[in-house]
Every structure is written in structure tokens, then in C-alpha cells.
């Protein structure tokens, strides 16, 4: 009886795939550009579809003065709730509807959705309002097959991972809305991601004195100072090249600087230079030991140079994802349908970059990485020029994950 639902949930995927891929479409072209994070009317229109296939939607934004003071200008966070006869396990399904800039060098317009080769290319058609689409699309066909259900399935479609979940996932769990017992979190690949590195974000603001650059003795040179700053972080790079980590995937820490901005005049000495860095630790790494580490090294470059201070604001701390032992059973029927539907091994590995999926393991709810994306990464073009997703890939990952949603709440 199982395998005859099972082989009815993938002939409804396959049965509805054009209007999921027309949802996709409508979700990839409404923008939300983070910054500047003006996010809730694309959360409003994906309610407003929700709604119309017959399920309740919980709108829940957070105070708009937190909202402002993390730098963006709205959120409304999504929950749809589902609850079969049975008592049983609470999946949630994770999604982020808020992206970094498209940028220049696209062929196709960013918001266009445009399909062409199979493809369809727009900014977060990967990553991840793909999973929007695959999320409540394998929902929907686990509904439709009419199988006695136990337990129930979340959907978050929350709109702040740009800027680290907190207003999101981390708002949802601190406010008691929501606390299941597993998650799967938009996915990137092929791989299920079971583990990812923490991340440190600094704003470093080198303070001298502005002059005219006739006479620059009479200035203090941020710049100066600042580059003193980066000749240390960069001084940093090959010793964070000789620690690794245990879990596949990983590899070592990381350190760049991503942005620097000061001076006002081509002649003039800079009064002021702004560095913004980004460090990646590996899941064995202490972050406040990091940050401590690191931000003595910035203070330590510039300690001699006389009229120079420093203002350091941390920008953004968020912790790894570690494998919690309850995940096996996830990893595992992932895995065995992922095999079956690829037709290839899906490995179950950790990752160097980092999502607000850890919001979920921090407070020991089993989360695994998990959804529609290429055999890896980069041939997504994912926050490049060109991202696009193969359909025939959202259409295998929605299938999976209606399996696996049957195998934690359909008959035994």
C-alpha cells in the first residue's frame, strides 16, 4: 500500500509541474533586494497564493525598530501549519525569501524568470526561493495522495538570511512561535549539508585627522593607518590555511575584507577609512575567542600610530552548524530517495558557508540542508550574474522531499 502512495506522490509532482514552475516564476520576479530588505510585500504575495490553494497563512513581522536597527526596511515572516489525525513529528521547511543585489552581467533580466534551455535563470532561482517552490509543492502532493497522515509540516518563508535569521528563524523560536522536532532548510546541491562554518563580520572605522593634500603634514592619513590594518589581516591568511577541520566539506578558516570605503576628495588626506571584513570559522573554532583574537590583532597594528583611534562594531556573529544525533534518520531517507531519483550517491557533508538553518541546531532541533540546486554550487551561478536552476532538478529535490515527508508521517 505505501509504494502505492509513494508512486502516487511522484505522479502528482509530475502531473502539477508546469504550475510549479509558474509559482517559482511569480516568486523569483517580485524583488527583495537585501539590502535595502523592503521585504514584505513579497512575503504578502506568497501568502496571497498560499491562501488561494486553501491554507491558512500566519503573518508574523517583528517590532519595526529591531527591523530598522538590523538595516533592513520590512519583514513578514510566513507560517503555514499543517496537522494531520495522528499524533507525530513536526517537520518545519525552511526557505529564505530575501537575496543579496543582482549586480551587473546578466543575460537575462535578474526578475525576469526567463526559462531558456531548461533553465530558469533570476536571482534566488537556486538560491532559495527555489525551495519556496519545492517546499509547498512536495507539501501539497503529500496532502493530495490521501494517505493517513500523522504528526503535522511547518513552512517558514522568513526574509532576513542576508543579514544573519535573527529576524527570522531566530525571531520565530525566541518568540515560542514554533518549535518542531526536525527541519530541512533550503538546499544549494545535490549534497545534504549537515554541518556549516560560523561566521564574524566586523566594521572597522580607522579615525585620523582630514588635511589638504598640499599639506599633508598637517593631516593624521587614515588610509595609512587602515592599510597597516589590512597587511595584518591578510599577514593572518596562511596560518588559517594550516588549520582544518574534521568535517568533510569543510576545510579551513577564512578572512577577507569585502568593502572599504573613506576619503571625500581626490585632494584631500582621508580623515576616515571604513574596512568591513568577514571571517569564517570552522565548526571546532571558539567565535568569541575569534573575534577576541582578532580584534587585538586590528588594535595591535595601528598601536604606534600617533592621532589614530578605532571604532570596531561587530556586524554580525552567527555560530556553525553542527550534525545533532537525531539527524540520522533524516540523512537517511534523504539519502536513500535522493539515490533512487539522481541516480547517484548523495553524500552528507558540511559546508564553509553559513545560513540561519543554525537558528534550528542551536536550540538541538535536528536541521539538515536540503533542496532544489545543481551538483554543486557554482554551476548555479548562485549570487552571480546568471543564477539559475535546472527545472528537472527542482523537480527530482520536490519529489525527494515529499518521500521523505511520507516516510516520518505516512503509515508505517
Same mark, same amino acid.
Given at each position: 500500500?505505501?509504494?502505492?502512495?509513494?508512486?502516487?506522490?511522484?505522479?502528482?509532482?509530475?502531473?502539477?509541474?508546469?504550475?510549479?514552475?509558474?509559482? =517559482?516564476?511569480?516568486? %523569483? #520576479?517580485?524583488?527583495?533586494?537585501?539590502?535595502?530588505?523592503?521585504?514584505?510585500?513579497?512575503?504578502?504575495?506568497?501568502?496571497?497564493? @498560499?491562501?488561494?490553494? $486553501?491554507?491558512?497563512?500566519?503573518?508574523?513581522?517583528?517590532?519595526?525598530?529591531?527591523?530598522?536597527?538590523?538595516?533592513?526596511?520590512?519583514?513578514?515572516?510566513? *507560517?503555514?501549519? +499543517?496537522?494531520?489525525?495522528?499524533?507525530?513529528?513536526?517537520?518545519?521547511?525552511?526557505?529564505?525569501?530575501?537575496?543579496?543585489?543582482?549586480?551587473?552581467?546578466?543575460?537575462?533580466?535578474?526578475? $525576469?524568470? *526567463?526559462?531558456?534551455?531548461?533553465?530558469?535563470?533570476?536571482?534566488?532561482?537556486?538560491?532559495?526561493?527555489?525551495?519556496?517552490?519545492?517546499?509547498?509543492?512536495?507539501? #501539497?502532493?503529500?496532502?493530495?495522495?490521501?494517505?493517513?497522515?500523522? /504528526?503535522? *509540516?511547518?513552512?517558514?518563508?522568513?526574509?532576513?538570511?542576508?543579514?544573519?535569521?535573527? =529576524?527570522?528563524?531566530?525571531?520565530?523560536?525566541?518568540?515560542?512561535?514554533?518549535?518542531?522536532?526536525?527541519?530541512?532548510?533550503?538546499?544549494?546541491?545535490?549534497?545534504?549539508?549537515?554541518?556549516?562554518?560560523?561566521?564574524?563580520?566586523?566594521?572597522?572605522?580607522?579615525?585620523?585627522?582630514?588635511?589638504?593634500?598640499?599639506?599633508?603634514?598637517?593631516?593624521?592619513?587614515?588610509?595609512?593607518?587602515?592599510?597597516?590594518? @589590512?597587511?595584518?589581516?591578510?599577514?593572518?591568511?596562511?596560518? =588559517?590555511?594550516?588549520?582544518?577541520?574534521?568535517?568533510?566539506?569543510?576545510?579551513?578558516?577564512?578572512?577577507? %575584507?569585502?568593502?572599504?570605503? /573613506?576619503?571625500?576628495?581626490?585632494?584631500?588626506?582621508?580623515?576616515?577609512?571604513? =574596512?568591513? @571584513?568577514?571571517? #569564517?570559522?570552522?565548526?571546532?573554532?571558539?567565535?568569541?575567542?575569534?573575534?577576541?583574537?582578532?580584534?587585538?590583532?586590528?588594535?595591535?597594528?595601528?598601536?604606534?600610530?600617533?592621532?589614530?583611534?578605532?571604532?570596531?562594531?561587530?556586524?554580525?556573529?552567527?555560530?556553525?552548524?553542527?550534525?545533532?544525533? /537525531?539527524?540520522?534518520?533524516?540523512?537517511?531517507?534523504?539519502?536513500?530517495?535522493?539515490?533512487?531519483?539522481?541516480?547517484?550517491?548523495?553524500?552528507?557533508?558540511?559546508?564553509?558557508?553559513?545560513?540561519?538553518?543554525?537558528?534550528?541546531?542551536? +536550540?538541538?532541533?535536528?536541521?539538515?540542508?536540503? /533542496?532544489?540546486?545543481?551538483?554543486?554550487?557554482?554551476?548555479?551561478?548562485?549570487?552571480?550574474?546568471?543564477?539559475?536552476?535546472?527545472?528537472?532538478?527542482?523537480? #527530482?529535490?520536490?519529489?525527494?522531499?515529499?518521500?521523505?515527508?511520507?516516510?516520518?508521517?505516512?503509515?508505517?
Amino acid at each position: 500500500m505505501n509504494n502505492a502512495f509513494q508512486d502516487a506522490l511522484l505522479a502528482w509532482i509530475d502531473a502539477h509541474f508546469d504550475a510549479q514552475v509558474a509559482f =517559482l516564476q511569480q516568486v %523569483v #520576479r517580485i524583488p527583495t533586494d537585501t539590502p535595502p530588505g523592503d521585504n514584505a510585500a513579497h512575503a504578502e504575495a506568497v501568502a496571497a497564493l @498560499l491562501e488561494a490553494g $486553501g491554507w491558512p497563512v500566519e503573518r508574523h513581522a517583528p517590532p519595526a525598530q529591531q527591523v530598522r536597527d538590523c538595516g533592513m526596511a520590512s519583514i513578514t515572516n510566513l *507560517v503555514v501549519r +499543517r496537522r494531520y489525525h495522528a499524533p507525530g513529528p513536526t517537520l518545519a521547511l525552511n526557505a529564505h525569501g530575501d537575496v543579496v543585489p543582482p549586480g551587473a552581467g546578466w543575460t537575462h533580466p535578474p526578475y $525576469g524568470a *526567463v526559462i531558456d534551455g531548461g533553465y530558469l535563470y533570476g536571482r534566488a532561482a537556486a538560491v532559495s526561493k527555489s525551495d519556496f517552490a519545492t517546499y509547498v509543492f512536495a507539501l #501539497r502532493a503529500l496532502e493530495a495522495v490521501g494517505a493517513p497522515l500523522a /504528526g503535522g *509540516v511547518e513552512l517558514h518563508f522568513t526574509y532576513d538570511e542576508e543579514f544573519g535569521g535573527l =529576524l527570522g528563524p531566530g525571531w520565530l523560536l525566541e518568540q515560542g512561535i514554533t518549535r518542531p522536532d526536525y527541519v530541512i532548510a533550503a538546499g544549494f546541491s545535490y549534497q545534504i549539508i549537515t554541518a556549516h562554518n560560523a561566521c564574524l563580520q566586523l566594521e572597522v572605522t580607522v579615525h585620523g585627522k582630514a588635511g589638504h593634500g598640499a599639506m599633508p603634514e598637517t593631516a593624521v592619513d587614515a588610509l595609512q593607518a587602515a592599510t597597516q590594518i @589590512l597587511n595584518a589581516i591578510y599577514g593572518e591568511l596562511p596560518a =588559517l590555511k594550516n588549520i582544518r577541520s574534521t568535517v568533510p566539506g569543510i576545510g579551513s578558516p577564512t578572512m577577507i %575584507v569585502g568593502r572599504i570605503d /573613506g576619503g571625500t576628495n581626490t585632494n584631500v588626506v582621508p580623515g576616515s577609512v571604513t =574596512l568591513k @571584513l568577514d571571517r #569564517r570559522m570552522i565548526p571546532e573554532e571558539d567565535p568569541a575567542q575569534v573575534e577576541a583574537q582578532l580584534r587585538a590583532l586590528i588594535e595591535a597594528a595601528v598601536a604606534g600610530a600617533s592621532g589614530i583611534t578605532l571604532t570596531i562594531k561587530r556586524l554580525l556573529l552567527s555560530q556553525a552548524l553542527r550534525p545533532l544525533p /537525531g539527524v540520522a534518520p533524516l540523512v537517511a531517507s534523504l539519502q536513500r530517495h535522493g539515490h533512487a531519483l539522481f541516480g547517484q550517491a548523495i553524500p552528507a557533508v558540511g559546508t564553509p558557508l553559513y545560513s540561519d538553518a543554525r537558528l534550528y541546531g542551536e +536550540r538541538a532541533i535536528p536541521t539538515v540542508l536540503y /533542496g532544489a540546486g545543481p551538483r554543486t554550487v557554482q554551476e548555479s551561478n548562485a549570487k552571480q550574474a546568471d543564477e539559475r536552476l535546472l527545472l528537472e532538478d527542482l523537480r #527530482r529535490a520536490t519529489k525527494v522531499v515529499a518521500l521523505t515527508l511520507f516516510d516520518f508521517l505516512g503509515p508505517d
